[in-house]
């Protein structure tokens, strides 16, 4: 999807925000908008809010001279999403349906994300996890069982991570996947506010069920046309692809092959787009058969 | 005060939903996004938040190529203010003191401010003018009595108007003021968002209580070093000034002088920065002896 104008003053808050998390100097954030106002007066609204987002975290780490300011939070994320874990795998594995449930965890651990800060809210944080169990059970059976059914048959499935501590749930998911498939997680190439990358990925344990491999950006999300070869060979040959997380969705919504998104709607820009209410859990395919 | 890292994010929201106020052309608020972008990249922040939307909303009147873009939305915030205004005259006259009543509506005009969009909401308004007849019982009788005194006793009384709509309640607190002092009114020089110009005074009835005077500039406040000469002396020489609403408490409050201030508090910076909650109303006097 393209920028709407309304992620104008959402990007500039989170900018703000974001640079708090890191700096208490605020001279140095007010030069840090300094030089987004600068990049933001030529941005091209056609291309997608991520790619905005990325501009703007470029700004902040060269600015603040480090290539990965986020590094404590998504560490403290990736801590926290293991201590939830915990009583998520039990919940799962009690579960008359374990793939449903531990979907739901997929999506329930997408709110882990310190990248929107009104997001991270202990209670809504609480709320998301006591509402997984539950959720399984409002499931499409019938979308659940095509995904369970294609990730059983396929050779090769993808996962596309989105933040630290959500990557923890990524793995609970990837665990109870069907089959023998081949299973690849995409992280970013290089660190973008707090999503995952290789550091996080296997810090979250990823790498014991799934080959970790990097898309070669640092956009939060995944645009083709800007991911390196080896990545866009591995997502074209890829029998099922899932994008976790809204980034994935802003980007990667209008491609023409089938890709299953799990996520949570944050955003009203995106929910008021596509007819969603905020706070909405998706489990949504595209360009597939039914 | 000087303009707030937080006030970028907002100060954004305003200029695209104040475009989206005035013209439906998306192409046309980019370029105004744009070019308030380019302008923002060079903006000092020891300025005040007014003179940051000055700027802003010099470029939406450039690119639209209007002098005005709110004359009709103005002209609708009066005549919804001559409506509401009936029921407040029969609610000022009957109470014991109908001073204090009056003032409590001037504050309650305060709400009509189509300039934050988020504010003009047909039943914050309705709910504004419900609470003036019981707030008024809230107010510190010896404030109000200090105010009452201080007007009764002057030569020259000085009201710096706000809002389109706002200053129909200003007129009936200004008819409501003791002694025989003249009364001056201040509008801006030139139009700046929903602010009151002499055209809405004049509509207001602001013309027959009061001799209108305009403070020569375009800041949704009152930046003195920004003024016209003529006004500066009537600032100096006023034995009291009553200063309306948020743009003028941003631009004033660090005065030397004495001034009332009559606002509702809109913002969460000026409230977290004083003290206050959103939504509280203010009575408030800096410099004073008290």
Redesign the interface.
Known sequence: MRTS??C???V??QA?DSSRLVTAD?KV??DI???I??E???FD?SLTPPELVQTVHAIIRKHLNNPDPFFNIKKMSTERGLLLAKEAVTAIDKAPNPFAVAVAFAIAGNILDFGMKSVWNEEVIVNSFAKAENQASLFDDQVIGELYREIKSAKTVLVLGDNAGEAVFDRLLIERFPGKAKILYAVKGSPVINDVTKTEAIESGIDKVAEIVSNGVDIPGTVISKCSSEFVELYNSADVIIAKGQGNYETLNEETRKIWFLLQIKCPVIAKHYNYKVGDWLVKCINGSS
Chains 1, 2 share one sequence.
């Open positions: 104008l309304d104008l003053p959402c500039i808050k703000v605020e954030i007010t908008m300094q030089t106002f600068t933001l007066a030529k609204l």
